[in-house]
């Protein structure tokens, strides 16, 4: 069992490893090509913090969220075990999810807060802030897929 240290650093290891991945819409390869959810998935499934067997996104495109008030993306990090937390009690390794559009449609996992790691078209996965550029403007949720904060 990992301590929350070793549970946390995992995943940001992890994430930092796809950085320079171009972005790609379903894609779900390092160094190929990913986009948001794929990558919160490939990145906690290679940490080993969620099943071995959690199955793959493969229906999540930011243009749901857009056109639709159902928040898949939510529900989607729900099922893989995160639990919704305050921003306070964010942490390395947790997840932000953006309100894009009617719905929670962008999603980037802590660094080490406020820094972010991110896929977005044209610029790929890659470090941020989390209020840089347009993400500044959006509302944003927490969630943890570590058990101690809540």
């Known amino acids: 069992m990992k301590t929350e240290t070793e549970f946390r650093s995992a995943i940001a290891e992890e994430a930092k490893t796809w950085i320079g991945t ?23 499934k290679a940490a080993t913090v969620i099943a071995s067997d959690a ?12 056109h639709s008030k159902e928040e898949r993306l939510v ?8 639990t919704e937390v305050s921003e306070a009690c964010v942490g390395t390794g947790d997840i932000v999810l953006y309100k894009s ?3 929670h449609g962008h999603a980037a996992i802590v660094l ?7 896929v977005l078209p044209g610029h790929g996965c890659q470090m941020g802030h989390i209020d840089e550029g347009r993400l ?10 570590w058990k101690g904060c809540e």
């Open 55 to 66: 199955p793959l996104p493969r229906w999540f495109t930011p243009q749901l969220a857009t």
């Open 75 to 82: 529900a989607y990090v729900m099922s893989y075990g995160a």
């Open 112 to 118: 080490d807060w406020p820094c972010i790691i991110h």
């Open 136 to 145: 500044g403007k959006f509302t944003r949720r927490y969630f943890t897929l």
């Open 101 to 103: 559009g009617q719905a």
């Open 22 to 44: 171009p972005y790609h819409a379903n894609g779900a390869v390092k160094g190929v090509g990913v986009n948001c959810a794929q990558f919160l998935y490939c990145v906690a």
